[in-house]
């Protein structure tokens, strides 16, 4: 590899000192280097990285900040199909491999085209008000139909491949995929799933019933998620989080349409290490 991106979180870089010794590192090597403007400002059409902004023949994405940044970077540039490798700079991370004491050697082994490519599968969620499609986007984690206001019980109909699965009351659902079994869901009670597992994870959040668990559905599945009307059959307010980061607000009648995503993100691998290795290693961290 020759030709890298910096996309870098400012807020745990203010001072771009990282990301400087990246660049001074590589360019020091022949390598080309790009980074992210640090005065970019988020437009609609994407959530953290313009992917326009990232040149034709960029050969990596050095993603520095966390899991989060990590995310958001992965489904802004889904399209482009370019592999992302992170640096954490934050506390624990189960998708950014490298910290500051592991990034150099790492590194050396870009350099040297001394890596591995995982997929990780994405979703796509589309949401509906009306019967009319009002927003659509993808995450690398979940899709979350969660509460919008108040401590209320959400009630909340999911169907699979157009069949009536179940009503569910509770603080919320999650649609997750393998990588986003080791967040949020992981909070909620679900299991922890090899990333290289193809499925969706279906987690219902704190649900006002003894015998509600999680379910697993093929990748091929169709999940809708619909609102529900509250108590005395008055209309109730929810909200569609993707990846925790966009949100959009939504009412009794709503639904969200829930699929594998066209494309899945690609993530380097420098270590060879196992995910039950990392598993173990991040959850002493704890």
Do not use: W
């Amino acid at each position: 590899m020759k030709n890298f991106y910096i996309v870098t979180n400012f807020h745990k870089d203010p001072d771009m000192a990282v990301t400087r010794e990246i660049t001074d590192y590589l360019e020091a090597h022949g390598a080309v280097c790009r980074v992210r403007p640090k005065n970019a400002v988020p437009e609609q059409d994407y959530r953290y990285t313009d992917p326009t902004d990232i040149p034709a023949d960029t050969d990596c994405i050095l993603v520095l900040g966390g899991d989060g940044t990590l995310m958001l970077t992965a489904g802004d540039v889904a399209d482009r199909q370019i592999p992302l490798l992170g640096v954490n700079l934050g506390n624990l991370g189960y998708l950014a491999e490298l910290d500051r004491s592991s990034m150099i050697p790492a590194l050396d082994c870009l350099l040297r085209d001394e890596y591995q490519i995982e997929r990780r599968m994405m979703l796509e969620g589309t949401v509906f008000q009306d019967g009319e499609e009002v927003f659509r986007d993808i995450a690398m984690n979940d899709v979350v139909i969660g509460r919008s206001d108040g401590m209320h019980i959400l009630s909340l109909d999911i169907s699979v491949n157009g069949a009536y699965l179940n009503n569910y009351r509770a603080d919320g659902m999650i649609v997750a995929t393998p990588t986003g079994s080791t967040g949020y869901s992981l909070s909620a009670g679900g299991p922890i799933i090899a990333p290289e597992a193809d499925l969706f994870l279906l987690m219902p959040v704190a649900p006002h019933t003894l015998n509600t668990r999680g379910i697993v559905l093929p990748p091929e599945s169709l999940i809708t998620v619909q609102v529900g009307p509250g108590r005395d059959g008055r209309e109730q307010n929810a909200m569609a989080y993707f990846d925790g980061d966009e949100k959009v607000p939504m009412k009794t009648g709503d639904r969200v349409e829930i699929r594998r995503a066209h494309t899945d993100a690609r993530i380097l691998k420098i270590h060879h290490d196992s995910f039950l290795d990392t598993l173990r290693r991040k959850l002493a961290a704890l």
